[in-house]
């Protein structure tokens, strides 16, 4: 098993899109912070927004491939923008097939390592919700530790969810 992460550039659009948005219920949809209700673009508009929203060869927004098919994507925002000092990223396999086969463990490792390489920040973290029980274990599974729960926020499927921060510090990623 081979994962890469590469920046997705203009000819790999419409397979991304097809990939990540062309089935409104997908299952990666229920899990990805779906108390935001996230409208999922169509085609065309995911071509005209394509540059507003950053997707084409951006450092922070990367491609997960498996032995050279697109599986997901992992990113990294700030937090603190415009001091730009408080790091957190995220990671989607879309592929429900590509789910319980260690693949978003090695690419979210790979992309850490990466994270850790380009910036000089003692902190990367990662949020999620008390539902999204894998993204959990992931985090957990890669030495992340728990930093905060903000209890009762997430409101999904007629109930309320807590909200998870996981951190790593630079010091204990290298070890």
């Not at 990113?75 to 592929?95: H, M, R």
């Amino acid at each position: 098993m081979t994962i890469q992460l590469k920046e997705l550039e203009s000819h790999e659009l419409l397979a991304f899109w097809n990939l990540a948005f062309s089935n409104p219920n997908a299952e990666w949809t229920k899990w990805n912070g779906p108390y935001f209700h996230d409208l999922l673009l169509k085609k065309q508009e995911f071509i005209d927004l394509i540059n507003k929203n950053n997707y084409l060869q951006n450092p922070f927004r990367k491609i997960i491939w498996l032995d050279q098919q697109m599986v997901g994507m992992v990113s990294a925002y700030y937090e603190d923008t415009p001091f730009n000092q408080w790091l957190d990223v995220g990671i989607t396999i879309y592929k429900q097939d590509s789910w319980h086969r260690g693949i978003g463990k090695a690419a979210l490792k790979q992309w850490l390592d990466e994270l850790f390489e380009l910036t000089s920040l003692p902190h990367i973290g990662l949020t999620t919700w008390s539902g999204n029980y894998r993204m959990i274990a992931l985090a957990e599974s890669l030495g992340l530790k728990k930093e905060a729960e903000v209890r009762q926020v997430r409101f999904w499927q007629n109930q309320y969810w807590n909200s998870v921060k996981y951190g790593v510090l630079r010091s204990e990623w290298v070890k």
